[in-house]
């Protein structure tokens, strides 16, 4: 289709997350004129996801003030929605969509949105009531009635979610306990020093750690989680569960289609899948980084609207965003957490700053060229560490290091 076309083509967007709802706002706002339709598996609106496990959850969030757009955007730029919509099969060779409704759509160009969704456990007791994840606003809603005053939440999984949700059990007057099967939380995203650092600041807070533990099921009374029980016996009481393993990318209707996928759907520079008429965004690919040459599945809201973008301007022929550095932040009682980059093949660590004042960064260096920095309430510390691993420029390790120097100096 030329460029003219491609301005007037039918669009569907499948996944009406933060990643779909943007893709609909970019292609407006690029001057896209044909038909939009956005289906969405949830009643709600395109809404922020992050504030789920804090704002949500201690009652200073609902629905509308999380909404990416109003209601009324979606008609004043016709876009047609179809919540509550699922998406059953996609017909590559008559770009057709069929919906559980038996409805039938047409594209021109179709944009796949479809997230990831929670880990589950694979353990007796797994579908006992009050075995919960933390996905969607439905879950934390569910989350959030079951916390409160002297509740006790078990949280099997000691990542930034689990974290999240523990921090805002305690602000609610509730108990919490922290699972994790490693020898430290945050094991498998952040390094030593930051599990060190955020296990103790939660200590400090009341909340309780049970590591090196592995969880072997859950018990119930009358159809409700009590307990969750361990691997070597042992059981510790509960009033709700909450299971943050991870999560798996919702790429099954795209293996469906015959697209390629790898752990996600597999994407280019521009979001395309193998199939030109499709792109895939958000949590869902497994897209190129081309910083750190290789490929990765990012789940972050960053990604999301990067990938959106990407999929709006290739459709309508327009440049494509500059690259970004991938970035992600976690708000736990009063720290802010700011991570950019990714730490591969970093081959050492500084640390910039005091843990013991709950403001430092941690540095990742491959050499002298930052890969990545996980800042804790240090703004210049992420700000310029963002821009000195967009750059690729090499850095004084001993000026990084001396918090005396500034960050203007250190990437001068």
């Given at each position: 289709m030329s460029a003219e076309a491609n301005q007037n083509?039918?669009?569907?967007?499948?996944?009406?997350?933060?990643?779909?709802?943007?893709?609909?706002?970019?292609?407006?706002?690029?001057?896209?004129e044909g038909r939009i339709v956005l289906i969405g598996d949830e009643p709600l609106l395109p809404y922020q996801r992050p504030p789920l496990s804090k704002a949500w959850l201690k009652g200073e969030a609902d629905a509308d003030s999380l909404s990416l757009k109003p209601a009324e955007w979606y008609a004043e730029n016709n876009?047609?929605?179809?919540?509550?919509?699922?998406?059953?099969?996609?017909?590559?060779?008559?770009?057709?969509?069929?919906?559980?409704?038996?409805?039938?759509?047409s594209y021109d160009f179709l944009i796949l949105a479809t997230g990831a969704r929670a880990r589950a456990l694979p353990i007796p007791g797994a579908d006992l009531a009050g075995v919960l994840s933390l996905r969607t606003a439905a879950d934390a809603e569910r989350l959030k009635h079951a916390l409160g005053a002297d509740k006790r939440l078990a949280v099997?999984?000691?990542g930034y979610v689990g974290l999240e949700a523990a921090a805002s059990a305690r602000a609610l007057g509730s108990h919490a306990m922290v699972i994790e099967r490693e020898s430290r939380v945050l094991a498998r995203v952040a390094c030593e020093t930051l599990s060190t650092f955020f296990q103790a600041y939660h200590a400090k807070h009341g909340v309780a750690f049970?590591?090196?533990?592995?969880?072997?099921?859950?018990?119930?009374?009358?159809?409700?989680?009590?307990?969750?029980?361990?691997?070597?016996?042992r059981a510790v009481?509960?009033?709700?569960?909450?299971?943050?393993?991870?999560?798996?990318?919702?790429?099954?209707?795209?293996k469906d289609a015959g697209l390629e996928t790898a752990g996600g759907v597999v994407v280019d520079l521009e979001a395309r899948t193998s199939d030109p008429s499709i792109f895939a965004i958000g949590d869902v690919t497994h897209r190129p980084l081309p910083l750190y040459?290789?490929?990765?599945?990012?789940?972050?809201?960053?990604?999301?609207?990067?990938?959106?973008?990407?999929?709006a301007a290739a459709i309508l022929g327009r440049p494509g965003p500059a690259?970004?550095?991938?970035?992600?932040?976690?708000?736990?009682?009063?720290?802010?957490?700011?991570?950019?980059?990714?730490?591969?093949?970093?081959?050492?660590?500084?640390?910039?700053?005091?843990?013991?004042?709950?403001k430092f960064a941690v540095?990742?260096?491959?050499?002298?060229?930052?890969?990545?920095?996980?800042?804790?309430?240090?703004p210049p510390e992420f700000m310029a560490g963002k821009q000195l691993i967009a750059k690729r420029a090499p850095v004084d390790v001993d000026k990084l290091a001396d918090s005396s120097v500034s960050m203007k100096e250190v990437a001068a």
């Amino acid at each position: 289709m030329s460029a003219e076309a491609n301005q007037n083509a039918c669009v569907v967007i499948i996944g009406a997350g933060h990643a779909g709802g943007s893709a609909a706002a970019f292609l407006r706002q690029y001057g896209h004129e044909g038909r939009i339709v956005l289906i969405g598996d949830e009643p709600l609106l395109p809404y922020q996801r992050p504030p789920l496990s804090k704002a949500w959850l201690k009652g200073e969030a609902d629905a509308d003030s999380l909404s990416l757009k109003p209601a009324e955007w979606y008609a004043e730029n016709n876009v047609s929605l179809r919540l509550q919509g699922v998406a059953e099969r996609i017909n590559r060779s008559a770009k057709t969509v069929t919906l559980a409704s038996g409805e039938v759509i047409s594209y021109d160009f179709l944009i796949l949105a479809t997230g990831a969704r929670a880990r589950a456990l694979p353990i007796p007791g797994a579908d006992l009531a009050g075995v919960l994840s933390l996905r969607t606003a439905a879950d934390a809603e569910r989350l959030k009635h079951a916390l409160g005053a002297d509740k006790r939440l078990a949280v099997i999984g000691g990542g930034y979610v689990g974290l999240e949700a523990a921090a805002s059990a305690r602000a609610l007057g509730s108990h919490a306990m922290v699972i994790e099967r490693e020898s430290r939380v945050l094991a498998r995203v952040a390094c030593e020093t930051l599990s060190t650092f955020f296990q103790a600041y939660h200590a400090k807070h009341g909340v309780a750690f049970e590591l090196n533990a592995g969880v072997a099921g859950f018990d119930g009374e009358n159809g409700h989680v009590r307990a969750v029980r361990f691997a070597d016996g042992r059981a510790v009481a509960c009033d709700v569960a909450l299971v943050g393993v991870g999560a798996v990318p919702n790429d099954e209707l795209a293996k469906d289609a015959g697209l390629e996928t790898a752990g996600g759907v597999v994407v280019d520079l521009e979001a395309r899948t193998s199939d030109p008429s499709i792109f895939a965004i958000g949590d869902v690919t497994h897209r190129p980084l081309p910083l750190y040459d290789r490929r990765f599945r990012l789940e972050s809201v960053p990604n999301a609207l990067e990938q959106a973008k990407q999929a709006a301007a290739a459709i309508l022929g327009r440049p494509g965003p500059a690259p970004e550095v991938p970035w992600f932040w976690s708000d736990q009682y009063d720290l802010k957490l700011q991570i950019a980059g990714l730490p591969f093949e970093a081959d050492r660590q500084v640390v910039r700053g005091d843990p013991a004042a709950a403001k430092f960064a941690v540095f990742h260096l491959k050499g002298d060229l930052i890969q990545a920095v996980e800042a804790i309430n240090a703004p210049p510390e992420f700000m310029a560490g963002k821009q000195l691993i967009a750059k690729r420029a090499p850095v004084d390790v001993d000026k990084l290091a001396d918090s005396s120097v500034s960050m203007k100096e250190v990437a001068a």
